[in-house]
């Protein structure tokens, strides 16, 4: 199975990446996406899928790094996209939540870096990866506004949180919605009114993925730990139950879902 979602480029795996990737091949995982969060991280997601057969990169621009942005950023960006091993834009989107380290970025700059992120996919031919907390609403707004710059599968949203509005626009649009190791958490997240589970369960299974966002969201028994690429099949599972399927039929069409999405992922 494969995980679309996650970060080993970050320094928490730093000095023992290799042997996350490995661990990750022989439990199961076939493939790891990396999705950058700035300029950095993008590069060095890349770099890393250069090294591993396995490995693959999206490429983009957190809100959250909206306002650290550098002259020529976006066609450093553009830069990334020819590489054969780039699957999409990611991880774009709008943020409001207000984090302890840096607050909330002036929604205007978020929203700017977020559209000129639609116009480069657009441009590139790639999928977004969309990164949303707290903020559906707007974003949902934003690319119903630039609709004409979608592709015609436009992307998934990664670690998808709130209400069933939001999901319903999102599918509407033609959107996949990616799960991760926080559906297994009891209970409502802060500040959202929907448990991951109903929307999982409400989602179509073909228009599931599965990801961990590695080194985040550890899927029980393992939080507090470090996440891994290898347990998202623990999501898998999980996800499976939901939806009274074997882990088998599940992975089998997440996997295809994978390869809809991110067409120049190639078996
Ligand atoms: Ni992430």
């Known amino acids: 199975m494969i995980d679309v979602h ?4 970050f320094h928490k795996f730093e000095n023992d990446y290799d042997t996350v990737i490995k661990d990750a091949l022989t439990s199961g995982i076939t493939k790891i996406i990396n999705t ?18 396995e490995l693959y990169a999206i490429v983009g621009i957190h809100p959250h790094h909206a306002d650290k942005l550098e002259e020529g950023w976006l ?9 054969p ?12 939540f207000s984090y302890q380290s840096n607050g909330i970025v002036d929604p ?14 657009h441009k590139a031919k790639l999928p977004l990866q969309i990164h949303n ?27 998808f949180a709130g209400d069933m509005d939001i999901l319903k626009a999102a599918l509407e649009m033609g959107f996949y919605i990616g799960f991760d ?7 409502l997240a802060p500040g959202e009114a929907t448990t991951l589970k109903d929307l999982a369960t409400y989602t179509p299974l073909d228009r599931i993925l599965v990801e961990t966002d590695s080194p985040y969201l550890t ?8 996440n891994e690429p290898k347990y998202a099949i623990i999501t898998a599972e999980f996800i499976a139950n939901l939806k009274n399927l074997s882990f088998e039929a599940l992975v089998e069409q997440t996997d295809k879902n994978v390869y809809n999405v991110f067409s120049k992922l190639k078996g």
């Open 181 to 187: 190791g926080n559906i297994t958490y009891k209970g």
């Open 36 to 53: 950058g969060t700035s300029i950095e991280s993008s590069k060095k997601g890349v770099e890393l899928a250069g090294k591993y057969r």
């Open 133 to 159: 907390r707290h903020a559906g609403a707007d974003i949902i707004k934003i690319l119903q506004e630039h609709k004409g710059l979608l592709q015609d599968i436009p992307g998934m949203f990664h670690c």
């Open 75 to 83: 066609k450093e960006l553009e830069a990334l996209t020819q590489h």
């Open 108 to 121: 205007q700059i978020q929203k700017e870096v977020f559209i000129q992120q639609i116009e480069l996919a």
């Open 6 to 9: 996650c970060h080993l480029q």
């Open 219 to 226: 899927p029980i028994p393992h939080r507090g730990k470090r």
């Open 85 to 96: 091993k780039v699957l999409g834009i990611g991880e774009v989107g709008m943020d409001y």
